[in-house]
Structure formats: structure tokens, C-alpha cells
């Protein structure tokens, strides 16, 4: 297949850039390059001729139109979002911009594209979500596909929006789409303001390690590696108009993944040890969402897939990976908001 790829600069969608290539994929890559895109995440499949790159908002119409139009892509991958939750409550805005016109533009563009190209019976447009658009579980229970939307942060709140208007271009305009909603990703080429990578850096710079409230926050962690097979399984072999919840059945308390990432840059980065001694608890992010978890019954059953790397591994694979890439995340460290404190403005 030839597949856009929206986001392809970003954290997951560079994942799946490079699993979609080493697939034997054609891979188009629409990237914005705001602040938390780096070409660095693909450079790996850069020189491939089975990758093409072009810088373009999905807020640009014209952009996007020129650029399926050059390419005739069979499909897209919708991935481009801002995602940061701390930055969504200090400017939602740029969340309602990108995660919902943006996504609305796409929609649009696809919908023109797929009539002019006669309806392709094959064509997919596959939209990535999230599990914040559920809200927050109590102790029990985990997110299905039928679970009620709830969102509690800005950001939550504009993706869930852009899932209904993927729905709603499905049922009204017959747009053939696919959509997913993901547990929390964690592994290689994390952009370094979310928990685990922040964890990493600050415990190797000596810092305090900033946990949330007394760390009681509970998430489902999924290998990113692992997301993006799951990812490609649903564009691929996905029921049109169904959706997935893609989960990685590795539910931790942030407490105790801090600790867990803190041992084991004792065992493989003794220097500084014990690394726990950094833990300091913060206050608690406005309107933390207490609890997710996944159920991901419907993708084992209809497409056979389950995560294949344990949290306690992938962490290990993660704590490696940035020890031997200092200079990917050195370069990252001065963008805007890296290294602060955000969302603290409610």
C-alpha cells in the first residue's frame, strides 16, 4: 500500500513510519514540524524510496489537497494531534485547532480525494485516538468500545470531538474509516516532556523527579513498538466504520513505574544511585483522571493481536535506548516548555 501518514515526525507516528517501510509499505509522511516533531525519529528510513516527506499543516486545506493529489495514497493514517494534557490546560486552543479543525479539514480533503479517485473500494481513512476520551475509571472495570465518552481535560475533550466527526463523515458521507483508541505509549523517541522520559532525564541530570498528587494515578502502558503493529493490523484487516481500543494489559501506578524506571537506572547507570532518593511529590495536575485501563478483546478476537512486550521489558528496552541516545533528546531540550512545569494555569 502507499499510506499517508499524518504526524509522521511525532512520537507514535514515527513508529509507524518505520515498522509500515521495513513492512514494504510506501510510506508519505505529512508532518507540521511544530515542537515536538524531529525528523531524527525517521531518519532511519530517510533515504528509503519507499519514504517521501512533506511539511504541511492538517489546518492547511490546500496543503493537504495538493498533497494527496501529488502522492494517490490508498491510504491515511491519521496521527497528527497535539497531546500534551498539562499543555492543553494552558492553551487549549492550539488543541481545538489542530485536534478538531484540523482533523475536519482532513476529513474533508480525503472525502474529495476518495470521489475523485472513483471510490476505491480499498481506500481506509484510519483515525488515532486515545483512552482519555472515556474519562476516568474507578478501581474496576476497563475502557471498551462501547464505553460512554467522558472527557475531563482539553485535551481529551478535542479528541473525542475529532472521533465523532470521523464517525460522522463515516455515516453521513460513507467515508470508508477505521478508528482506534490507545492506552498511554511509552519507548524509544519519546519526546521529553511527558512521565517516563522526564523520569529518565531527571534522574541522570540529578534533579527531582516531579510525581503528580501521592502517585495513585493509575495507566495502562503500551509498548510503542507494539502499538504501531496493532495500528497497521487495523488499517490493514479492520472492519470499515469499527473501532478498536488498543491496550497494552500493563496497568501501573505512577508511583510505583517511577520506581520501577528509578531501579533500573541503579542497575544500568549506577552513578548518581539510589535514584529513588529524587522522587518528589508535586501538586496534583487539575482534574487528574484517576484511573485507565484497556479491554482489548475486540482486536484479539477479530484481528488477532495482543502486546508482546511486557511493561517490565519495554521499560528496560526504554531506559537503554536513552542512555545510548543522549544526543537525540540533548537536541530537544530547549524547546518550548521542555524541563517545565506545565499546566498549573486552572
Known amino acids: 500500500m502507499k499510506i499517508l501518514v499524518t504526524g509522521g515526525a511525532g512520537f507514535i507516528g514515527s513508529a509507524v513510519v518505520r515498522l509500515a517501510v521495513a513492512r514494504g509499505h510506501e510510506v508519505v509522511n505529512l508532518d507540521a514540524l511544530t ?30 489537497d495538493a498533497v494527496l493529489a501529488r502522492h494517490t495514497p490508498d491510504a491515511v493514517m491519521h496521527l497528527a494531534a497535539e497531546s500534551h494534557v498539562d499543555r492543553s490546560i494552558d492553551g487549549p486552543g492550539a488543541f481545538i485547532e489542530t485536534n478538531v479543525s484540523g482533523t475536519y479539514n482532513l476529513l474533508e480533503a480525503a472525502r474529495d480525494y476518495w470521489a ?25 472495570g476497563r475502557f471498551t468500545e462501547a464505553s460512554p465518552y467522558a472527557p475531563r481535560s482539553p485535551y481529551a475533550a478535542s479528541k473525542a470531538a475529532s472521533d465523532h466527526l470521523v464517525r460522522a463523515w463515516h455515516e453521513t458521507y460513507g467515508l470508508p474509516v477505521v478508528l482506534s483508541n490507545c492506552s498511554n505509549n511509552y519507548g524509544p523517541y519519546h519526546f521529553p516532556e511527558k512521565l517516563i522520559p522526564v523520569v529518565i532525564l531527571n534522574a541522570l541530570a540529578g534533579k527531582p523527579i516531579p510525581v503528580y498528587g501521592a502517585g495513585e494515578n493509575v495507566r495502562d502502558w503500551l509498548y510503542v513498538e507494539d502499538h504501531a503493529e496493532a495500528l497497521l493490523a487495523v488499517l490493514t484487516r479492520g472492519a470499515v466504520g469499527r473501532s ?90 530547549g524547546r518550548a516548555g521542555v524541563g517545565q512545569r506545565l499546566g498549573m494555569r486552572a
Open 35 to 64: 515542537y515536538a516533531a524531529c525528523l531524527d525519529n525517521v531518519a532511519s528510513v530517510a533515504d528509503s524510496p519507499a519514504y517521501a516527506f512533506e511539511q504541511a499543516d492538517i489546518c492547511d486545506r490546500a496543503a493537504i
Open 116 to 140: 475523485r479517485q472513483g471510490r476505491p473500494e480499498g481506500f481506509r481513512l484510519h483515525h488515532i485516538s486515545t483512552d482519555e476520551v472515556f474519562g476516568s475509571l474507578g478501581p474496576k
Open 244 to 333: 478498536y481500543n488498543i491496550g497494552g494489559e500493563a496497568e501501573a501506578r505512577n508511583i510505583d513505574l517511577v520506581r520501577m524506571i528509578c531501579a533500573l537506572l541503579d542497575e544500568m547507570r549506577p552513578e548518581g544511585a539510589p535514584h529513588e532518593r529524587l522522587i518528589s511529590f508535586v501538586a496534583n495536575r487539575p482534574g487528574h483522571d484517576a484511573r485507565y485501563a484497556i479491554d482489548p478483546a475486540r482486536i484479539r478476537a477479530e484481528l488477532g493481536w495482543r502486546p508482546s512486550v511486557t511493561l517490565a521489558e519495554g521499560l528496560r528496552r526504554t531506559v537503554a535506548w536513552y542512555l545510548a541516545n543522549e544526543p537525540w533528546w540533548r537536541a530537544l531540550q
